[in-house]
């Protein structure tokens, strides 16, 4: 991971700890808890969807599924 990514994951780490911390000292209500670990995901997926659009098309790309050694059937 490069450091750019690791700096993009502590912000969004760093700020669910902060909301979560608010609203424990009542600082902010679960409503805006919410509304702002909604805009952090939304944060999130434009990112990853930011770096799918660089991948060229045909590329060979591994999606990070677990590989079991039984067939698919049998993991269900």
Not at 8 to 25: P, T
Not at 29 to 39: A, G, H, K, M, S
Request: glycine fraction near 8%; charge should be negative.
């Amino acid at each position: 991971m490069d450091t750019e990514e690791q700096r993009r994951r502590a912000f969004v780490e760093l700020e669910m700890a902060a909301v979560w911390q608010g609203h424990e000292r009542g600082v902010a209500t679960r409503d805006e808890v919410y509304q702002r670990l909604e805009e952090l995901e939304r944060l999130l997926w434009r990112r990853v969807l930011g770096q799918l659009r660089k991948v060229a098309p045909g590329a060979s790309v591994d999606v990070g599924f677990a590989v079991g050694k039984e067939p698919a059937q049998e993991l269900a």
